[in-house]
């Protein structure tokens, strides 16, 4: 018996929404992570992105997914140093000892005709949780891009830093991943 949730009609080929089986290799040079925070009351944006990702998926012809995305967590970049460092401290990602962000797809499901949903589980700061995304996806030639942003409660990932309230919980996340195909 297959998988309820997923749906084999998200993988068809065709559409520019369609994800295609095969073995995937993310592209770091053609792919980028990147936060957003509202800051001082909400009056200040927060941006930033990571240097450094890698990762792969594998997805078979029936729709099962696998595979693994992994952000390093030293290479926050917002462009301030000092708030940088502060950011790879224990009061956010301690990078020291939690190296990397990992999501783990589980599962990929059409949505509202045309749309994706990607269902895993995201490790951040050793906190391991279910994720949901809406994912965006185009396909050509060798070449597969999903875009998936989403807002999380960073305090579930223990990142209760905000003295005075001056920062706030949600952060939105967005991940553009341009994904090889591996000869096979």
Same mark, same amino acid.
């Given at each position: 018996?297959?998988?309820?949730?997923?749906?084999? $009609?998200?993988?068809?080929?065709?559409?520019?929404?369609?994800?295609?089986?095969?073995?995937?290799? &993310?592209?770091?040079?053609?792919?980028?992570?990147?936060? $957003?925070?509202?800051?001082?009351?909400?009056? +200040?944006?927060?941006?930033?992105?990571?240097?450094?990702? @890698?990762?792969?998926?594998?997805?078979?012809?029936?729709? @099962? +997914?696998?595979?693994? &995305?992994?952000?390093?967590?030293?290479?926050?970049?917002?462009?301030?140093?000092?708030?940088?460092?502060?950011?790879?401290?224990?009061?956010?990602?301690? $990078?020291?000892?939690?190296?990397?962000? !990992?999501?783990?797809?589980?599962? +990929?499901?059409? +949505?509202?005709?045309?749309?994706?949903?990607?269902?895993?589980?995201?490790?951040?700061?050793?906190?391991?949780?279910?994720?949901?995304?809406?994912?965006?996806?185009?396909?050509?030639?060798?070449? &597969?891009? &999903?875009? $998936?942003?989403?807002? !999380?409660?960073?305090?579930?990932?223990?990142?209760?830093?905000?003295?005075?309230?001056?920062?706030?919980?949600?952060?939105?996340?967005? !991940?553009? @991943?341009?994904?090889?195909?591996?000869?096979?």
């Amino acid at each position: 018996m297959s998988d309820p949730s997923i749906d084999p $009609a998200a993988t068809s080929a065709g559409g520019a929404t369609a994800l295609v089986a095969g073995e995937w290799t &993310l592209d770091p040079d053609s792919s980028r992570a990147e936060f $957003a925070v509202k800051h001082f009351w909400g009056l +200040v944006t927060v941006r930033g992105h990571f240097n450094e990702i @890698a990762g792969e998926l594998s997805i078979d012809p029936a729709g @099962a +997914v696998a595979g693994e &995305l992994r952000i390093d967590t030293a290479s926050i970049d917002t462009g301030n140093k000092q708030r940088d460092k502060h950011l790879r401290s224990a009061d956010f990602f301690g $990078a020291e000892e939690h190296p990397q962000v !990992v999501f783990k797809p589980s599962a +990929v499901r059409r +949505v509202d005709g045309s749309g994706l949903e990607m269902a895993g589980r995201i490790t951040i700061a050793g906190h391991e949780k279910p994720l949901t995304l809406g994912l965006e996806a185009s396909h050509s030639a060798a070449v &597969l891009t &999903l875009r $998936a942003t989403t807002v !999380v409660d960073r305090r579930v990932f223990g990142m209760n830093w905000r003295p005075l309230g001056i920062a706030h919980n949600d952060a939105t996340l967005t !991940v553009e @991943a341009q994904l090889t195909q591996t000869a096979g």
